[in-house]
């Protein structure tokens, strides 16, 4: 399974940006998708997350904010930032699984500026 992100880039408080990513490649059964983040000298951490059933779970950091959301026949989620802040800049990572196996994007740069 490859996935391909896309969406990052720079943009000011208060804006918004929204990430996508699509799955490929020997896909059967897809169970959650997801998005996490990496601040520079920081861990990676969970954002966001939707199941196949479509539950979604967010950091608090995010709620109210963010919403994720699923293109089940095109393997695709995506990421609507709003309102974003300097502090959500990080490169941000979708992730997947299938079978018990974790694929990871290689990651989309977004920039906030304040």
């Known amino acids: 399974v490859q996935l391909q992100a896309s969406g990052g880039g720079l943009v000011q408080a208060g804006g918004s940006l929204r990430l996508s990513c699509a799955a490929s490649?020997?896909?059967?059964?897809?169970?959650?998708m997801g998005w996490y983040r990496q601040a520079p000298g920081k861990q990676r951490e969970l954002v966001a997350r939707i199941t196949s059933g479509g539950n979604t779970n967010y950091a608090d950091s995010v709620k109210g904010r963010f919403s994720i959301s699923r293109d089940y026949a095109k393997n695709t989620v995506y990421l609507q930032m709003n309102s974003l802040k300097p502090e959500d800049t990080a490169v941000y990572y979708c992730?997947?699984?299938?079978?018990?196996?974790?694929?990871w994007g290689k990651g989309t740069l977004v920039t906030v500026s304040s």
């Open positions: 490649g020997r896909i059967f059964s897809i169970d959650a």
């Open positions: 992730k997947t699984d299938q079978y018990g196996m974790d694929y």
